[in-house]
């Protein structure tokens, strides 16, 4: 494979770090190692090169100890998750993948996990019971169903995987969307902020684009930064090799590219925000600070990609069973 090098990517939003950036490093080993999420101890010690902590503590700066710690856990559950969808022969059987998302939303929507079940099955109980505590009923129903997105999101990306099948651009920027798994992250931002009101235009067409773009931002870092890792494992489903593929191009020109898309999407996002109208104070002021939330996000992504060792190895993060 050709060697590739990354373009800067546009960013004007501030770096910040959570002020609890420290207890995050010891607290989210223990929590992985209380519910034996995974394989071995090299495993372990992967997982600490890959410092995910990092990553809560950059995505959502002003959340306070407890919000924080929920960020961090749920991050870890996703990429461990994320790993047995991509780096093992489990992302190319659909029908499995659904049988164990089929679990983990029943789990979600309250059922207890029992001696059948892995052991990402108790530490997502454990998550549904705490965000709970900070979040009302309504807001967990909606967290519940950008779940339900991310899981569908990642079983038709297993369908394209099976059949040996390279997606048009839209039709993999659709799939990405989804089991990027970013909407449920972007959830969390309004019990960061203890949101009250949001909710009430939180399907206004406006805030909904928000989203969409902010999603497609955060994905099309990502898939900048790990492609080198995904194409090294064969892995077609990423942005990059996307656009190699239908252009009939070469890996540093689709880079190029992606970056480009990437840049334009930051300018459309800043445009939007200066668009929005006014709803009334209560509603303008968590606007505001979800917006500050997004900027957060996109920027603390960013900022993670420079500090970890995720996506210098083809090692991937093997659960402890499956």
Not at 200 to 226: A, G, M, P, Y
Request: hydrophobic share 40%; proline share 3%.
């Amino acid at each position: 494979m050709e060697k590739l090098s990354f373009p800067d990517l546009y960013c004007p939003f501030p770096s910040q770090v959570n002020k609890y950036v420290d207890v995050l490093e010891d607290y989210s080993l223990e929590w992985l190692y209380h519910f034996d999420l995974l394989a071995n101890e090299s495993i372990y010690q992967n997982f600490s090169k890959s410092k995910f902590f990092l990553l809560a503590a950059g995505t959502y700066p002003y959340c306070e100890l407890e919000d924080i710690k929920i960020t961090s856990d749920w991050h870890t559950w996703l990429f461990i998750w994320d790993d047995q969808c991509d780096m093992s022969d489990l992302g190319t059987k659909p029908e499995v993948l659904n049988m164990y998302h089929k679990r983990f939303l029943e789990i979600l929507c309250g059922a207890k996990p029992n001696n059948q079940d892995i052991s990402l099955s108790f530490a997502l109980r454990d998550l549904r019971q705490r965000i709970l505590q900070r979040g009302n009923e309504k807001w967990f129903d909606y967290f519940v169903r950008c779940c339900q997105d991310y899981f569908y999101g990642c079983v038709l990306q297993a369908e394209y995987r099976a059949q040996r099948i390279v997606p048009s651009v839209n039709t993999y920027i659709m799939i990405r969307n989804l089991c990027s798994a970013v909407d449920s992250c972007l959830a969390l931002i309004e019990i960061g902020y203890q949101m009250n009101v949001f909710g009430s235009i939180r399907e206004n067409h406006l805030i909904k684009q928000l989203n969409v773009i902010t999603n497609n931002i955060i994905s099309w870092c990502n898939d900048i930064f790990s492609a080198p890792r995904e194409i090294g494992s064969r892995d077609v489903h990423n942005l990059v090799f996307v656009l190699h593929h239908q252009h009939r191009i070469n890996l540093t020109q689709a880079i190029i590219i992606a970056a480009e898309m990437h840049d334009q999407k930051v300018r459309e996002l800043i445009n939007l925000e200066a668009s929005l109208p006014s709803f009334d104070q209560k509603v303008d002021q968590e606007v505001t600070e979800y917006i500050s939330g997004l900027h957060s996000w996109i920027r603390g992504n960013l900022d993670w990609y420079f500090q970890s060792d995720r996506y210098q190895s083809l090692e991937s993060l093997e659960l402890s069973q499956i």
